[in-house]
């Protein structure tokens, strides 16, 4: 059967891309990717379009028992003043035991959409495709995920084992949130995602020169797209490379790599269990997600943010709305949101230098 066009009936037992972020052995990732849109005018009837939704796919308002999505009711609109983004009710962690995996928070002008998934349940695309029902009213399917690959080669993983990859050199100080930082950007030519991660990389590396923490190796996770449809499918591949390497060229060879990772296809939770005390060895530099052009009518832009987590706790993304805008965010666990914003200009300078 082709996932796309499975019914996802509630009760569902959690995929194999689900299992693998519940069982991960990181007690501080939350799992929360966070969207953020730009509306060209205020979004109205919220909530009828969230039953809507909901009736088209079920896991919107769905509750997790037992490793199993069941049903329930959907999510209500949260309404806040000013923006989003920010704002401590849109990234907060999901009880997904007693509340939907979906949580959308509008400002008060209306003007500004926040779409927050729990990763279990939703990917990037996903929340496009949750963010295009709920402002034109387009209905998606759901989508499960397809038959595992063959697992990728352990090798790597036993090399950062022996020797991480290092990190992005955090701000000193506790930080209690999360920073966010956005930006329009201009992207031409090909190897746009390899073309991004140069640019992040090089970036990072300054980041860190500055402050005395040379980067030899970086850690790259580059987050790969799905079947369509609203679900969690999303795959990645992760490399390991030196700041003088080809990176657009090495990216590119990843991204056309059939083999997955391992934890995707498969999860055992008594060995994902007994990988906590090392877990942050595993960890990469940066997450870099290239989202992809979309067309969404009513939005002007959309910022999005994965997943921040690891030792390092920083990932880069772009999106772009046709005929709109396309962004270049930053989400880091570890930095204040001023080192944020300025990791964040000095990677779109570099890409704006970049030859494309």
Sequence with gaps: MDPADHTAALPLPASRHALALLRFPDPRTDWVV????????????????????????????????????????????????????????????????????????????????????HHAAFDGLALVAVLRALTSGEQPKPVTSPPPGEAGSKVPLLQRLARPADRVAPTPGVWPRDAYATRTVTVTGKGITGQLTAACVRAVVDHNADRDHPI??????????????????????????????????????????????????????????????????????????????????????????????????????SAAIEGGQTTLTLRARDLSPGDARRLLDAACAHLASSPG
């Design 34 to 117: 966070v969207t953020v849109a730009t509306l060209s005018q205020p979004l109205t009837d919220l909530d009828a379009a969230l039953e809507a939704l909901h009736a088209s796919v079920p896991i919107v308002g769905a509750r997790l028992r037992d490793e199993v999505w069941h049903a329930g009711s959907a999510p209500t609109p949260i309404v806040v003043e000013g923006d989003p983004l920010g704002h401590p009710a849109l990234d907060r962690a999901f009880d997904l035991g007693e509340e939907p995996p979906l949580r959308v928070v509008l400002s008060a002008d209306g003007l500004r959409l926040g779409i927050a998934g």
């Design 216 to 317: 030899r190796k970086v850690g790259l996770t580059i987050a790969i797209g799905g079947p369509a449809g609203v679900g969690n499918v999303a795959s990645y591949r992760r490399i390991d490379v030196t700041p003088s390497d080809p990176i657009p060229a090495l990216v590119q060879e990843a991204l056309a790599s059939p083999d997955e990772p391992g934890e995707q296809v498969s999860a055992p939770k008594a060995l994902m269990a007994l990988l906590e005390p090392v877990v942050e060895r595993f960890s990469d530099t940066i997450l870099v997600s290239n989202l992809g052009r979309h067309r969404v009518p009513g939005v002007e832009r959309l910022d999005f943010f994965p997943v921040a987590r690891g030792r390092s706790a920083v990932c880069f993304a």
